[in-house]
């Protein structure tokens, strides 16, 4: 069976190192960008130019977009000189760029009106991960469109993740950079507290990044399929609420310090009286007795 021929539309930061691996596909690369410059080395490693997106929608079979934001993906897909003007039918395009779910599913009903299918298929590991080739991709499509993309999204990715329906990659995608930026809001407290207390916070730093790579930090305990509360029969119930009574008397102890250094940490504080329901298994007795009394 003949490999599809793959187009790459957006050679930044994450599109350019993404593409590089895929110059070895035996379909063929066509690639696009803006920036002719940004054309040169793909094309001297032996991809084809195209001017515009409509012109990789002539050749390609596959094709993904990483571009900076909703408004260019939807001139990317439909716009004048877009991949709709001149794509064939049984296209795919993947969008790896970040984009709202609306959005894709509003595209991938344009996309269906030309018999060309459209998944959303945002990346997550960074710069850092796209040179490694070391990306996760979590796609929303259907089973044969990732069927399609498996293998050469494997080219750039370790970890391809089918999420769902077409908008479940762009969901899957926002609640993984919600714990991203919120864990560094959380970071940041930890710092203050740190600071406060006359430490190095980069010899902090160091100890955060060493054992969260041992312990796989808070993705840990990501490995339920249900937020529901656990059953005491559950085999999780036990090692759940050894979790929770650790962090809340490790919690408790932080907020102590904070308040004798007249540090306010907010987080640590909602976390103390949220963590056992968080995992399911309730508040133990150090975060009940946190919790406000209730009126007579």
Known sequence: MTAPT????GLGNMGAPMATRLLDWPGGLVVCDARSDALESFTTAGARAAATPAAVATAADIISITV???AQVRDVVAGPDGILSTARPGTVVAVHSTISDTTALDLAQQCRSADVELIDAPVSGGAPGAQQGKLAVMIGGTDEAFAAVREPFSCWAELVVHAGDVGAGT???LARNLLHFVSFTAA?????L????GLD?????KVVRHTDAITGGAGAIMLRNTTDPVDESDVWF???SHVRNLGEKDLALALDLGERLDVDLPLAARALSELGDGLGVGPGMLSQSTLPKEQP
């Open 6 to 9: 793959l187009g790459y539309i």
């Open 68 to 70: 900076l934001d909703d």
């Open 171 to 173: 969901r899957m995608k």
């Open 188 to 192: 940041s407290e930890a710092q203050r």
């Open 194 to 197: 740190a600071a406060a207390s």
């Open 201 to 205: 916070i980069r010899k902090l730093g």
């Open 238 to 240: 036990s090692i759940l």
